[in-house]
């Protein structure tokens, strides 16, 4: 248990750290009027977590490795990638629908509970 959580610890420092990196980089190259930096992460995330989802699922890897790229790196990386298999995986395995429903809630509530976190801040100080 020990050396997972070591290994995630490790993996979603690596993924952290190349997030920013990569968001400052995209930021300077882009610009930043813009969020080219977060879209830029969230779409390499998503494609790297379907690459891996895929390899793992046909190359027989050590669970504590998954746990380290999947979970570790890439949820460091960016959660977006795991909302984005999540959503793929439901649209082919249970039906669209509960893709649709799963998107479209995790976009809308995930709006409102912005909202709601910046108006409770602001009625806690006054801002």
Not at 7 to 27: E, V
């Amino acid at each position: 248990m020990l050396t997972r959580l070591l290994l995630l610890g490790a993996g979603g420092s690596l993924g952290t750290l190349g997030r920013y990196g990569l968001t400052i980089f995209l930021s300077h190259w882009l610009g930043t009027s813009f969020p080219f930096g977060t879209l830029g992460v969230n779409l390499i995330g998503c494609f790297f977590i379907g690459l891996l989802s895929e390899l793992f699922r046909n190359v027989p890897i050590p669970e504590d490795l998954r746990l380290f790229f999947m979970t570790g790196i890439l949820g460091g990386f960016t959660t977006f990638s795991a909302f984005g298999l999540e959503a793929y995986s439901l649209a082919g395995s249970v039906s669209l629908g509960s893709a649709l429903i799963y998107i479209l809630s995790s976009i809308s509530i995930g709006l409102l509970a912005v909202w709601a976190g910046m108006s409770l801040t602001r009625l806690v100080w006054g801002s």
